[in-house]
């Protein structure tokens, strides 16, 4: 029998097929990633929490010196010599696909001994 899964809010739904649906009260935490969760610890090294700190004025929770892979996350050079990002959300897409990108080249290096 096939089940078809989705999460809205924070109620889980399972539609069975042929039967009518309905919801389990249980709350569902979405799953964090290890990716997600290197990330997260590199924003509070780098912000030491303060929600003040240079680098979350600049949207930039990762502390990035500028580079020009940035600028396919909106990143533009500050005279602080930091990269700045329109959004914070940008900030840490630009974090995650640098964790991203290094994981998969560290696997690939791993792979070839």
């Known amino acids: ?10 109620q ?4 069975l097929m042929g039967e009518e649906l309905f ?5 569902i935490e979405p799953r964090e990633s290890k990716l997600d969760k290197f990330a997260q610890a590199i924003i509070e090294h780098e912000t030491g929490g303060n929600p003040n700190s240079l680098p979350m004025r600049l949207n930039n929770p ?3 010196r500028f580079s020009e892979w940035q600028r ?4 533009q050079s500050h005279k ?3 990269t700045q990002f329109p959004t914070l959300l940008q900030g840490k ?3 995650r696909a640098f964790l ?3 994981a998969q080249f560290r696997a690939k290096l791993i792979g070839r001994r």
């Open 80 to 82: 602080s010599g930091y």
């Open 62 to 64: 990762a502390a990035f």
């Open 93 to 95: 897409a630009a974090l």
């Open 100 to 102: 991203k990108t290094h």
């Open 72 to 75: 396919k996350f909106g990143g």
């Open 23 to 27: 919801r389990l009260s249980e709350s």
């Open 12 to 15: 889980k739904q399972v539609e």
């Open 1 to 10: 029998m096939l089940i078809l899964q989705w999460v809205t809010g924070n």
